[in-house]
């Protein structure tokens, strides 16, 4: 009786430890990513491979994203020119120079 209710606490702590972790794997997937044109492609296409520390910490213009789009269709990404576009421009908005200025003047 004693070990069916320590199983039983066992099981109930696994699965809320685990209900937890993947609640803050989905809220950190689009943490901090501001809704604008060009986040839902992003995180489409992005964060099949990357994590979202990538992002944070490059604060690139927009051609350096551009270039850095690019080359992930060098390693065999498959977006069109209107897609990098739009997320080069998403990226140096949200994850750009000035993005860091401005988070810090608020």
């Known amino acids: 009786m004693i070990l069916s209710r320590v199983v039983l606490s066992s099981i109930i702590v696994v699965v809320l430890v685990f209900s937890f972790s993947v609640g803050r794997a989905a809220e950190q997937g689009s943490g901090?990513?501001?809704d604008a044109p060009g986040k839902e492609l992003?995180?489409?296409?992005c964060f099949q491979c990357h994590g979202e520390k990538m992002w944070r910490d490059l604060k690139q213009d927009r051609?350096?994203?551009e270039g850095v789009l690019y080359r992930m269709v060098g390693r065999g990404a498959l977006w069109t020119e209107e897609e990098i576009n739009t997320m080069?421009?998403?990226?140096?908005?949200?994850?750009?120079?000035?993005?860091?200025?401005a988070a810090g003047t608020k």
């Open 32 to 34: 901090g990513f501001v």
């Open 88 to 101: 080069a421009v998403y990226l140096a908005t949200g994850f750009g120079p000035q993005s860091e200025k």
């Open 42 to 45: 992003l995180m489409s296409k």
């Open 63 to 65: 051609r350096k994203w």
